[in-house]
């Protein structure tokens, strides 16, 4: 089964706010099992806009990932978020199969 990745790239407005959303998505993440990939830390544009912070997280599958979205844990921490940042936030399925170079 393909993995699930939640991509978000965000501007903070309101670093108190922001606080208060990363603690509540930090316990829904927890709860639906997210795995951390990248999370703030050094960045550079190669292409486009960038934002400051960035963050991907791996879950075991696109539908958990989802769930995790939309899980009432995380819509409450989402809810600090509102208003407070600025960014894009996309579900991504993972790639389930051989590599176009693998043969």
């Not at 501007?11 to 709860?31: H, L, P, S």
């Not at 979205?69 to 208003?83: D, I, K, T, V």
Request: charged share 25%; hydrophobic share 35%; proline share 5%.
């Amino acid at each position: 089964m393909a993995k699930g990745y939640i991509i978000a790239r965000v501007t903070v407005e309101d670093d108190e706010a922001y606080m208060r959303y990363a603690q509540g998505a930090g316990a829904a993440m927890k709860k639906y099992g997210a795995r951390i990939l990248a999370r703030g830390g050094k960045y550079e544009p190669l292409d486009g806009q960038a934002r400051p912070r960035n963050v991907v997280l791996e879950f075991e599958s696109y539908d958990q990932a989802k769930a995790y979205f939309n899980s009432p844990e995380y819509q409450a921490a989402r809810a600090h978020r509102l208003g407070k940042s600025i960014g894009e936030f996309v579900l991504v399925e993972g790639f389930d199969g051989p590599q176009p170079h693998e043969h």
